[in-house]
Structures are given as C-alpha cells and as structure tokens.
C-alpha cells in the first residue's frame, strides 16, 4: 500500500498557503516619498482634499466665449490670453479670450471653441476671431472636480502602486504615502551539483539558473530578498542555514531537495527547525510542493516554501502559489487573474489527469501559439512565453477552441 499523500488539487493548495499566512500578515508601515512608492502596498488609504480638476478649464487650445455670441461667422474681438497657470478676467459679453489648454475657463465663458474651428484675423491688441464652427454649451470645457471631488478615496490600503497610481496619488497633492514595509524573504538554493555562471562547469554540474529567476521574481514582487546562496548537501549545514535564514524573514524560499532521497537534506532539516508538510499538487508542471515554518531564535517563526528544481516547474509555482503568498503577506488581494478567453491555434490532443500549465504566446492573428517542447526543464519555453493557458484536468482542445489565457505579468505581480 502507498504512503504517498493524496494529490492536492491547486485551489487546495493555495487555500492552505493563505491560511498559514493570514497569521503574519505584515503590519509595520513606513512613510516613504511618492517618487519612491512604485511596487509598494498601501498601508493607509489615499484621500483628496482637493477638487480635481481645481476649477472649470480648458481641454483645448482655442477660444473661450460665450455660446450666445458664437453664431457661425461671427467676428468677436480677443480681449484677453490665458495660459496655463494664470487666472483670467471676467469674460466681458460679444469677446473672446484666447485660451490654452489646462487654462482656467473666466467667468462669463460657457464653451471652448477649439482653434481649428476658428479663424484668427490681425488686428489691433490682440486681434479678433471668426468664429466658423458653432459651439455646444459646455465644449471642451473640464468640469471641477470631475476627475476627483475632495474627500474622495482614490486609492485604497492594500492597494498595489502602480506608475498611473502614483500619478493619481499626486495630482491629489500627497508628496508622501504610507506603506507597508516591503516582505523580507530568504532565498536557499540546495546541491552539490549547483555552480555560478562564470565558474568552471565540471561533469555532472550544472548553473544554478533558479537563483537568479527566483531572485529577480521575489524582486519583481516587491521584496526585499536575502540570498543566502548554495547550501552544502549535508544535514547539519542545511539546519544551520535554515536557522539563519529565519531570523529576521516573513519567508524563506527554496528550490529542490525536498524529495526523499539520501541527498535531499532540506525535508529533514525543515521538520527539525520547525515543521513542514510536502505535497503533490495536481498540476503540470510543478508536482512537488513543500510549506511549513521554520523558528526563530527570538522572533516569530518565518514561513518556509519549497519550490520543485526543474527551473520551469519553480516558475510556474511561485507564479500560481508564491506570488498570492506574498500578497496575502502584505494584505493585498491573493485572488488569481481572472484569465483572457482566447483562442488556442493548435490541437491538444493528449490532455493530462493534472491541471496543466502549457506555454503560449499571442500570435499575428490573435490567437494563442503553443511552445513545441512543454518540458519542465526547458526554461527557454519561459521566455518565448508571455502566458499560460490554464488547462482544466484531462481537458482535450483542438485548433480554434476557445482556453483561458493567463498573461505572465498579471500572474508576476499584480
């Protein structure tokens, strides 16, 4: 009879992860400049204490004027200009004010007429207009507070900053913004076998291409990442890193050495620094799942993830497992992209018993191409890639079915 564990399905898998997480949730908050927020997670909400647009003003270069005046061919003289950044007189009636655009419509105006749509004729001050396109009360007229009234919530706690965020963020007026300190996490990498790039690869040896990956991952997330580097093949080195690892980190990630064999340290070493269970998690690739917790001397325990070693296998589940980890971590939403309806432009005939994973790309005729060699190992499918199609379990497709196409950077961070 098998001891092997059940194989867990991928929603029960995460579901287990978040749970060992929403008791860790971070808490600590900084302030830090607007400039520097790209990739933080709000620890407070962002309010407006200002209309924005700040008054009624112009989406145009052109003419402000007053409907009533603005018959087609009227000739009106320009009794004043106003830039952006200054504030222009009243608009006296049967006048126009040449006006530009994010410039303060004056009073009295209720339209723009937009400079294509107007002759300007010579004439003594500043000329005059001819009027050629009758205007719509309110044309080309930005409305204050339009795009955002005082006392608004424009971005709410928990909120991921993106570039256009923290465009929102300053047209409010907030210099600074409360966030939450970024996840620190321990990065181990596990084997004898394992080399850095630039140093002499003797038989048997291989680079150690998940360091990086999983470096810049953990990164692009935005984490503060330790590299603790490759740990020795022997139980004993394996406590002892783990042990260091803990301190001070939310989580510590590693890749391999989880299975049961003689050389495989990091399970063993795990259960005595703290606890660990290891699934089978029915997906493809990434099978092999690990999570536990590991103490720390003094502080609270840090989480502990392993990841499988075939580098597209570590892809994909710190994508589908780690990235919502990290998330929940920091209070954020761990729900998975929703997925795009495409269409797959090749047969997939052979489906697996596993929820699969299959490499694709957006194709000229906006369809989905297939990676020719789905192997865990080949990690140049990753690249080529800009997603996954998510492939429920022993689901065959032909060329012109329509799959759930999940693109890698809303999988990345989000």
Not at 106 to 134: C, I, K, Y
Request: aromatic share 4%; proline share 8%; hydrophobic share 45%.
């Amino acid at each position: 009879m098998s001891d092997r564990p059940p194989l867990l399905s991928l929603d029960e898998a995460l579901a287990r992860l978040l749970q060992g997480a929403a008791q860790r949730v971070i808490a600590e908050a900084e302030t830090i400049s607007t400039f520097d927020g790209l990739g933080r997670v709000l620890a407070a909400e962002v309010r407006s204490a200002i209309d924005v647009p700040g008054a009624d003003n112009s989406s145009m270069d052109g003419y402000a004027l007053r409907v009533a005046d603005a018959a087609v061919g009227a000739l009106l003289p320009v009794a004043q200009r106003i830039p952006a950044g200054l504030v222009g007189q009243p608009l006296a009636p049967q006048t126009a004010a040449r006006i530009f655009t994010g410039a303060q419509v004056p009073p009295g105006a209720d339209a723009v007429l937009m400079q294509e749509q107007a002759e300007a004729v010579p004439g003594a001050g500043l000329g005059a207009m001819r009027v050629r396109t009758a205007p719509l009360p309110g044309e080309w007229i930005r409305r204050r507070g339009e795009d955002v009234r005082a006392g608004d919530v424009v971005l709410a706690a928990g909120a991921r900053l993106t570039p256009q965020a923290l465009g929102l963020a300053a047209s409010v007026g907030a210099a600074q913004l409360q966030v939450l300190r970024r996840p620190r996490v321990a990065l181990l990498s596990t084997g004898d076998e394992l080399v850095m790039p630039g140093q002499p690869l003797k038989p048997g040896a291989i680079y150690n291409s998940n360091r990086f990956m999983l470096r810049a991952l953990l990164q692009a997330c935005g984490c503060e990442c330790t590299d603790f580097g490759i740990v020795p093949d022997r139980l004993q080195a394996t406590r002892d890193a783990l042990r260091g690892a803990a301190a001070g980190h939310d989580l510590i990630l590693s890749t391999g050495g989880v299975s049961v064999g003689e050389e495989d340290h990091l399970k063993p070493a795990v259960q005595a620094e703290g606890h660990l269970d290891v699934w089978q998690v029915a997906i493809k690739p990434g099978k092999p799942l690990a999570f536990g917790a590991v103490r720390s001397a003094g502080g609270p325990e840090a989480l502990f993830v392993g990841l499988p070693g075939n580098p597209v296998s570590s892809f994909v589940t710190f994508l589908l497992c780690v990235a919502p980890l990290l998330r929940a971590l920091q209070g954020a939403d761990p729900a998975p992209p929703a997925g795009v309806p495409m269409r797959a432009d090749f047969d997939w005939p052979r489906a697996d018993k596993r929820r699969e994973f299959l490499r694709v790309r957006l194709n000229a005729e906006g369809g989905l191409s297939l990676f020719p060699n789905q192997s865990s190992a080949v990690l140049t499918s990753v690249v080529w890639a800009d997603g996954l199609v998510d492939n429920p379990p022993g689901h065959a497709f032909r060329r012109g079915d329509t799959v759930r196409f999940l693109p890698l950077p809303e999988l990345i961070a989000r």
